[in-house]
């Protein structure tokens, strides 16, 4: 046979293979690697809030193990045990990573106060078992690779060109798509395949001598990831239901968040949680909406062009609805599923008075804001026809925009009368971009002279700095603001803040004490009752802090999560 520098080609072909083969293991490790590390990073932003600093601490705690995972093999792993340690760590990580979440779930809910132990313990055997990986398929190479630069260049570009296919896996794919507890098995899966490919390899090649061990073991991984795979989503649920002090009803994770619903059957009261934390109960959310919607609306000089940011719910709408002289509503929220379950889930629907009747969810290019595509909304006026059927009349001209608040914004051309901010609290940077001074100045763009604005501006006893900073920040974007709160027993004292563009105090305060609401149906606020809610008491206003909220200084998020929520 002919040979080259003494190696036959057959040799050569072996050789190749090999290399092939343990760099496409180093990809899909290197990809598995970091969705697993994204995962228990989110797992535990979920679970505890804090998005920045729950990602700061598991990706810090995670490559800390693995440093002590490289330091660790070269004591526990001899050279003639290579290539059964490599598939040995593979199916281990796998196991460990797939199981996880749920566990991690588990944990939560049956031992919350010492979760954590569970938590940082799948942390910190991940990143061990990831920190193992790397040194351990280098050593295989290199009974492939005599040159140390090109064994290097081999593996380390194979796991770093994997991180970054499983960073946009985990981005694009299963964060959009995929519960949390499925992407581990997904992203299992992918320790698991390369480690049986170098099983087969390997054993055909002769270098793993006794296989019925480490097949037995394989074979048992398999069948666990494959039940977890089946099964994960029905033990979500049962796991998730201990999160909860009202039984379930409706639980779904969309492209862009996790929905649930509750009802409690003695009191016949829902809740409706986003990401876990609560929006609204159905026994008092007028008291939130009615606060939110009517000021507003009876200040600004016309209330022809309403926008609406977030309120996907429709209760919002639903205020804004009593006024016969609204003549178009633009609803801006980035979830259509938002919409689309408030607009068919029959408690939501009863509750938002049908104000999604006949929605068309419209995606708008983020580029190409326009917003003159919009429908006619009917409703019933409580009168027949002649032929004995409910009349309807036209009540206005609805557009339900699928986009990023802060991008319709910047593309949005129109002017609007009045502007509803009803967005979810500032708990995220991702959301704490909607509460800044750059923010508030693109709404002031788009508002009328004598227009208003109001800003659900969360709790100023339990978060008095956040609502502070929220007052502050609207002011500085060139608004004139007026603050008031209520009390909403689902989540306690609640405030906002009143803006407007062009109308001076004093005659704000003006329109306020003459505010009237005859004529539209309210459960709750009356003149009486708002011009009580802009009383403050000493101890609500006073703050330690000074700081507006920008992108580049997100203040605001910092103090959100350190408030005295527990009090809440």
């Known amino acids: 046979m002919r040979t080259t520098n003494g ?4 040799g050569k072909a072996a050789i190749a293979w090999a290399r092939l083969l343990l760099v496409t293991c180093t990809f899909l490790t290197g990809a598995c690697g ?14 505890l809030g804090n998005a920045i600093e729950q990602w700061a601490v598991v990706i810090g705690l995670m490559l800390f193990m693995m440093g002590i995972g490289s330091k660790a093999q070269r004591f526990v792993i001899g050279d003639k045990n290579l290539v059964q340690a490599f598939i040995g760590i593979e199916i281990t990580l796998a196991l460990v990573g797939a199981w996880s979440p749920l566990s991690i779930y588990a944990a939560y809910a049956y031992m919350a106060n010492h979760f954590m132990l569970v938590q940082y313990g799948f942390i910190m055997c991940i990143g061990f078992l990831i920190g193992l990986e790397i040194p351990v398929v280098t050593r295989i190479n290199r009974d492939y690779t005599c040159e140390l630069k090109i064994n290097l260049d081999y593996i380390l570009s194979a796991d770093y060109f994997g991180s970054l296919a499983g960073a946009l896996f985990f981005a694009f794919v299963l964060l959009r798509y995929v519960p949390l507890t499925e992407s581990s098995f997904i992203a299992a899966t992918l320790n698991f395949v390369p480690a049986m490919l170098a099983f087969v390899y390997f054993y055909r090649q002769g270098r793993i001598q ?8 394989s074979l048992l991984v398999f069948a666990s990831l494959v039940t977890g795979y089946t099964y994960n989503r029905d033990w979500n649920i049962k796991l998730e239901q201990y999160l909860y002090d009202d039984r379930i009803v409706y639980s779904n994770t969309t492209r862009y968040q996790h929905l649930v619903v509750t009802h409690n059957p003695t009191l016949d009261e829902y809740r ?5 934390h609560i929006q609204y109960s159905t026994t008092d959310e007028a008291r939130y909406h009615e606060s939110l919607v009517h000021p507003a609306m009876q200040v600004a000089a016309s209330r022809k062009k309403v926008l609406i940011l977030g309120g996907g719910d429709g209760m919002t709408l639903r205020e804004v609805l009593k006024y016969k002289d609204v003549q178009s509503v633009d609803l801006v929220d980035l979830d259509p599923d938002m919409v689309r379950l408030s607009a068919t889930h029959p408690v939501l629907r009863q509750l938002n008075g049908g104000a999604f009747d ?3 969810v419209r995606v708008v290019d983020a580029l190409g804001v326009e917003t003159g595509e919009g ?5 019933e006026n409580g009168k027949q026809t002649d032929e004995k059927l409910p009349d309807v009349e036209k009540v206005a001209r609805l557009n339900v925009i699928n986009i990023d608040a802060d991008k319709f914004l910047t593309h949005a051309k129109q002017p609007y009368d009045t502007i509803f901010i009803d967005l979810p609290d500032p708990s995220t940077i991702e959301l704490n971009k909607l509460y800044t001074k750059g923010f508030y100045s693109k709404v002031r763009r788009l508002l009328t002279d004598g227009g208003a604005v109001a800003v659900q501006a969360t709790s100023p006893f339990f978060a008095r700095e956040s609502y502070w900073c929220i007052s502050r920040t609207v002011a500085a974007a060139g608004l004139n603001t ?5 009390n909403v027993e689902s989540f306690g004292d609640w405030g906002f803040v009143l803006a ?5 105090k004093g005659y704000v305060e003006k329109r306020m004490a003459e505010m009237s609401l005859d004529g539209i149906n309210t459960s709750f606020l009356t003149a009486e009752v708002f011009r009580a809610a802009c009383v403050f008491g000493k101890d609500l206003m006073q703050v330690k802090h000074d700081e507006i909220n920008t992108v580049m200084h997100p203040v605001l998020t910092y103090y959100y999560l350190k408030e005295d929520w527990q009090y809440d």
């Not at 409706?272 to 876990?276: E, L, M």
């Not at 007026?482 to 209520?486: G, I, M, W």
């Open 34 to 47: 970091l969705v697993l590390e994204y995962i228990q990073a989110t797992v535990a932003a979920f679970i």
């Open 375 to 379: 429908y006619d909304l009917f409703q």
């Open 358 to 360: 006949d929605a068309r």
């Open 210 to 217: 006794r296989i019925g061990g480490l097949l037995v073991a």
């Open 272 to 276: 409706f949680y986003i990401n876990g």
């Open 500 to 504: 407007t563009k062009s109308l001076k």
């Open 7 to 10: 190696v036959t080609a057959d």
């Open 482 to 486: 007026v603050n008031y709160h209520v």
